[in-house]
């Protein structure tokens, strides 16, 4: 028996009506979503930490929701997890044809745009009431990555800047009219524009082909990074972050980055 069998048959005996695991036989495809997130988001974490060993184990747990949700399915009657299986397999066949399709198919090799092309015709053979650029843009993903998502589908039919400095002129409108916002004291309003500036930023990085959600994940690792740096400087002196006002913590927190740069530069 291979490892995805008796995984299979792990969950097939955990959701077993009589002899199962009750809060296994109690969960469905909504009570499971935020574990399904939280894995795929451990899984990313462990990649970051360059945790081999951790995203192994990591990507047990991921595929223990698609197991666990197949049963689900399997259990009314609606897929298997071998249906998933396959279907996932001819997607793969369906849209690599410049590795699995004809020989003129091969020749021919990878052609720009042919996977969003052919995502687009699978989206609309699976929906005939699909009328809009932007449908199918799932609503649970992070908000950064869906705007990036969104700004894409409409660029898709001409809705875009010709360059990145057209995003990078919009960063500056929206950065005044949340100035003016801010003057004018009015939160709905302040809320709205600071939406705006994100979403703005999120087109640049589509521009620059910089994935925004990674790229704020690894601005927030240096800034925990750096941040930790300068407590531990700190308290090495006898004093704790509380104990000093804001232009001492600044100098500290320059002391930080500055001790990190020279870090760098002797690797």
Not at 69 to 97: N, T
Not at 123 to 136: E, F, P, Q
Not at 149 to 172: H, N, Q
């Amino acid at each position: 028996m291979n490892g995805i069998e008796k995984l299979l048959e792990v969950m097939a005996k955990l959701r077993d009506p009589v002899e199962g695991c009750p809060w296994d036989r109690e969960q469905d495809y909504a009570s499971l979503a935020p574990y399904t997130l939280e894995e795929a988001y451990e899984v990313v974490d462990a990649i970051h930490r360059h945790d081999v060993d951790g995203i192994r184990d990591e990507l047990g747990d991921l595929l223990l929701q698609v197991v666990f949700h197949s049963r689900v399915a399997e259990e009314s009657g609606a897929f298997s997890f071998d249906d998933v299986a396959q279907g996932i397999a001819r997607k793969m066949l369906r849209r690599h044809p410049h590795v699995f399709g004809s020989e003129e198919d091969i020749r021919r090799g990878a052609v720009p745009g042919s996977w969003e092309r052919i995502k687009a015709g699978e989206r609309a053979a699976r929906d005939n009431s699909a009328k809009s650029a932007l449908d199918g843009v799932a609503l649970a993903l992070p908000s950064l990555t869906r705007a990036e998502k969104l700004g894409r589908r409409a660029a898709r039919v001409g809705f875009d800047w010709p360059d990145r400095e057209g995003p990078a002129e919009k960063i500056e409108e929206e950065l005044a009219e949340l100035k003016d916002a801010l003057r004018r004291g009015h939160d709905a309003h302040q809320a709205e524009e600071l939406g705006d500036l994100l979403f703005a930023v999120a087109n640049l990085a589509r521009h620059l082909k910089i994935d925004p959600e990674q790229a704020l994940a690894a601005a927030n690792r240096k800034f925990e990074r750096r941040f930790r740096q300068m407590e531990q400087s700190i308290k090495s002196g006898g004093e704790t972050p509380q104990d000093l006002d804001l232009d001492a913590l600044e100098e500290h927190w320059q002391a930080s980055k500055q001790s990190e740069r020279e870090a760098k530069l002797t690797k």
